[in-house]
């Protein structure tokens, strides 16, 4: 089993920046994907992106993919030396407020049925 923390949210204007991470600890070399999602008050959870790799939790960098609403404003990074995924938010609207999620598991087909973390909320003010 990973466990997941996720770290970053907070109160940001329309038009700033975040940068979310999320932490991995236990049994990371069972993982080679790691993705975000995010839920809105009465919404259903959303896929936001994803980051996989083939190496082995120690290869470095990773395939990234990411929904239409974030693409060219998001990205997503990680850093194997800190077992730590990051989520890049630029450019955030209103309609990005959510709390955010991750996710990691060992294909992008059992992504949604491993580890979560516990959420962090992110707000954008207009």
């Known amino acids: 089993q990973v466990q997941l923390v996720e770290s970053g949210g907070g109160l940001v204007q329309a038009g700033g920046s975040l940068r979310l991470s999320c932490a991995a600890s236990?049994?990371?070399?069972?993982?080679?994907?790691m993705g975000w999602f995010r839920q809105a008050p009465g919404k259903e959870r959303e896929f936001v992106g994803r980051?996989?790799?083939?190496?082995?939790?120690?290869?470095?960098?990773?395939?990234?993919y990411y929904a239409d609403s974030v693409k060219g404003r998001f990205t997503i990074s990680r850093d194997n030396a800190k077992n730590t995924v990051y989520l890049q938010m630029n450019s955030l609207k209103p309609e990005d407020t959510a709390v955010y999620y991750c996710a990691a598991g060992g294909s992008i087909a059992t992504l949604e049925s491993g580890s979560w973390g516990q959420g962090t909320q992110v707000t954008v003010s207009s």
């Open positions: 236990g049994r990371t070399s069972s993982t080679y994907i």
């Open positions: 980051i996989s790799w083939s190496g082995g939790w120690s290869w470095s960098g990773g395939r990234t």
